[in-house]
């Protein structure tokens, strides 16, 4: 099965369609399409394609299987180190994942809706956001993320380049994370 038929499967959005902005207890999430948002920067900026990395955090679901993520610490240092220590301090196990739609799943939340989790400084790289990237999400203040949440999208979302921190890409699993729905639980990360 390809990642194509996957993501066909998932149910993909109309081209141009604008989803406007999720926004709970000030973490949010862009939903909308390049076409309706820009970077930010005045000059389009190159995004380089993901590299190998040597720390891989697998992600344990509860109802069976896991999704492997490459981490870019070389990326995004701070934000790898911080989730590192929250797996494996457990602070993931038995959390929900919060948000699912049909470009993004999104968990992590330690109040299971959206409003939970403290926050870091972001560290914005030039990743793209290609199927399988994950990320972390954040208020309305661009400098600031979330230091529990992290979302992992189901389509290419160029939206997010420069917006959002990128700090790992799936690398196994895929077809679980397009599977995954609200209220589905982590039962373990894994940092190694």
Known sequence: MTITTLLQGAGEQKRGRRAGLALL????????????????NATPVPFPSPVATTRVATIELDKGGTIQIALFGS???????????????????GLKFHRVEDWVVQGGDPSGNGT???QMPSEYNKREFKVGSVGIARGQDPRINNDAQFFIVKRDSPHLNGNYTNFGQVTSGLELVVKIAIGDKIKKISVA
């Open 75 to 93: 990326d995004a240092s701070q934000t790898v180190k911080n989730f590192e220590t929250k797996a494996t301090q457990g602070f993931y196990n």
């Open 116 to 118: 939970g989790g403290g």
């Open 25 to 40: 207890g000030g973490i949010s999430l862009a939903a909308c399409d390049a076409s309706s948002m820009g970077t930010g």
